[in-house]
């Protein structure tokens, strides 16, 4: 497998599509904007023609649906030929919008195995791709070098799922299974200049693009792939982040005892009137060893114990069920106890002159009702469970907000292409190449 990728990107590139590459926008990559629907919405402001297996008709400007009933392909209530057709504007400058959006390249309807749905696929180069994701996934006005290792990222990521194809009729997701696509609508004229400025170059890990995970923000330290999916990769390593600046560094999220109980048992999980959860405390990363928590702090299990029994959930399930912004969390059950007393001043008169905030001396006990790693409920009023945690995300890859942070440090400023280096430390043991 080794350069295997590269060897044949480069028969690619002489033998199967020349026009397209000669421009430099690299393979096409098929995108599925839709996928696994009933249904999906088509609009233009002119006529859109649908075509496939011989036939072709047009549709006149305006909304239209494309659906599946029976295992046959709809426009409306028109019967199409064939199980794909083409989706294009008969006049260019009325392009035709999939569910509100409008998009550069080809777009076609497919019907998927089984008869039973369908997908929407938009193909285009990879390039002008990357123009519709990297400026929906970092703020457009960050630092160069930070949306430089953005676009890299994105593009090594969006070539690797070329040669893993994972899905019938698309290489990659339009969403945040795959990577975020906004289409034409999403682009920005400072994030499109800096996919330019790196075109063409690439993560690479043993000759091969690699699947460069990233996430918003990680808590002060990324996680390795082995600790989050059980399944090691060499270059998606634990490492320190510079995302203190990010908004999600830290957050608190609480719930009473009663709303617990429902969430769990909506789930399927019938253990009655909770008394404890079951999770070690977090400690400083990087953690050397814990059964229960991974090398950044992340939770892998942890155990919620009720009156009819016990329930052993991963963190991702817990992080899913409860709507938290991460698995990087502590829990602390509790009552809120004020810390400190707003005072009114007022004058010999009686009038208000200011306020004076005074220290109670009533400093909160971080651990709660705990003993060991069980945290336990004792039923009085008031009592909260709380999960405070930091980062957004899955912690894995590179953390955007961190690279952020790299890229406004003073060695940004002293060395040139510096997203190298941000890439360089958060894909541990890659090379960085230009493909084409």
């Not at 990010?246 to 617990?260: E, G, R």
């Not at 190298?420 to 430390?425: E, F, K, P, V």
Request: aromatic share 10%; glycine share 12%.
């Amino acid at each position: 497998m080794k350069r295997k990728w590269i060897l044949f990107f480069c028969l690619l590139c002489l033998f199967i599509a020349p026009a397209a590459l000669a421009s430099g926008g690299g393979p096409n990559l098929r995108v599925g904007l839709v996928a696994g629907q009933f249904s999906a919405e088509v609009e233009s402001e002119g006529k859109i023609r649908i075509a496939g297996s011989g036939s072709s008709q047009v549709l006149a400007p305006g909304r239209h649906f494309i659906s599946v009933k029976k295992g046959v392909l709809y426009a409306d209530s028109k019967k199409l030929r064939g199980t794909m057709v083409s989706v294009s504007a008969v006049d260019a400058k009325k392009p035709v919008r999939i569910n509100h959006r409008s998009y550069r390249g080809s777009l076609t309807a497919v019907l998927n195995a089984g008869g039973r749905n369908l997908s929407i696929v938009n193909t285009l180069p990879v390039e002008e791709y990357l123009y519709g994701v990297v400026a929906k996934e970092v703020m457009p006005l960050w630092p160069d070098e930070a949306i430089k290792a953005q676009a890299v990222a994105a593009r090594s990521f969006a070539l690797w799922h070329l040669d893993h194809s994972q899905y019938e009729g698309f290489d990659i997701k339009a969403t945040d299974m795959g990577q975020v696509y906004g289409g034409i609508e999403a682009e920005h004229a400072n994030t499109t200049k800096l996919v330019d400025a790196t075109r063409g170059i690439v993560a690479t890990y043993d000759g091969e693009p690699i699947q460069a995970f990233f996430h918003s923000c990680s808590g002060g330290y990324t996680e390795s792939a082995g600790e989050v999916w059980s399944k090691d990769v060499p270059y998606l390593k634990a490492v320190v982040d510079y995302d203190q600046d990010a908004p999600n560094y830290s957050w608190t999220k609480s719930f009473t005892q009663v709303q617990l109980e429902r969430i769990l048992s909506q789930a399927g999980y019938q253990l009655g009137s909770l008394q404890g959860i079951r999770v070690s405390a977090l400690g400083k990363a990087p953690l050397k060893w814990s059964a229960d928590r991974g090398t950044s702090g992340r939770v892998k299990r942890i155990v919620f114990r009720g009156s009819k029994g016990s329930a052993t959930l991963t963190g991702s399930k817990v992080r899913t069920l409860l709507g938290l912004n991460s698995t990087l969390f502590d829990v602390y059950i509790g009552t809120d106890t004020p810390q400190e007393l707003d005072v009114l001043i007022t004058n010999s008169y009686g009038y208000p002159v200011t306020d004076k905030k005074i220290e109670l001396g009533t400093k909160q006990d971080k651990r709660g009702n705990a003993v060991g790693d069980l945290h336990l409920f004792s039923g009085v009023p008031g009592e909260k469970v709380s999960f405070v945690g930091g980062g957004w995300g899955h912690g894995v890859g590179l953390s955007q907000w961190g690279a952020r942070g790299m890229a406004l440090s003073k060695q940004a400023r002293r060395k040139k292409d510096y997203y190298r280096t941000i890439l360089a430390h958060y894909y541990q043991g890659i090379s960085i190449e230009k493909l084409y």
